[in-house]
């Protein structure tokens, strides 16, 4: 019998990815599979500590194996802003990813040095017992946006090794060296073990 664990987004972008990177190895459940339409507070001041509060609430209100992530942009020349706080950089409610850029090339205007990476954490709870994981993907802010593809900051992300950002290379290239991918990875191996 395949092996289900609960996703605890309710983000379709990052649904969508992580089912393209798990493919048939493991059945992924939504927040709406499972009935949950909760909105999940994500008040801690770290990356882990986001996934960590996402899992432990699907965890103790469900009773299923479940894992969550939190994924931040930390740009060097911003001491690691917007970090934690990646989706709602620009403010307001909600995920404006047009703003957040917006916000952020601004802030870089000037600015040459540009690197930045993305990072993700995931936690795992399996069984009651929490399991971290993290991907880090290096990279470099452009100075405008390139690409349609992809969402959040990936139009103004360009990783290392490589001409074009995240927007332009397409989803399933994406998917082979993303930071979430990186993570995911991770989680694979585990769950294979």
């Known amino acids: ?37 909760a909105d999940i507070p994500e008040t801690a001041d770290t990356l882990e500590g986001n996934a960590a509060l996402k899992a432990e609430y ?56 540009r690197q930045a990476q993305f990072r993700t954490a995931i936690c795992l709870i399996e069984g009651g017992t929490e399991h971290l994981f993290e991907g880090i993907v290096r990279g470099s802010i452009t100075e405008q946006k390139q690409g349609t593809a992809g969402f959040g900051y990936d139009p103004i992300f360009r990783p290392e090794g490589y001409t074009e950002t995240f927007a332009e290379m397409g989803n399933e290239e994406k998917n082979r060296i993303s930071h979430r991918a990186r993570a995911v990875q991770q989680l694979v191996t585990y769950l294979s073990r």
Do not use: W
């Not at 699907?58 to 740009?75: K, N, Q, S, W």
């Open 58 to 113: 699907i965890y103790r209100h469900y009773g299923l194996d479940c894992f969550a992530d939190d994924t931040g942009l930390e740009v060097e020349a911003l001491g690691g802003a917007p970090g934690v706080y990646s989706a709602r950089y620009a403010g307001g409610e909600g995920h404006d990813s047009e703003a957040n850029m917006r916000k952020l090339l601004h802030e870089l205007e000037g600015v040459t040095q």
């Open 1 to 37: 019998m395949k092996r289900k664990l609960v996703f605890a987004t309710n983000n379709a972008h990052k649904l969508d990815e992580i089912r393209s990177i798990l493919g048939e190895r493991v059945e992924i459940l939504s927040l709406k599979d499972i009935g949950c339409d």
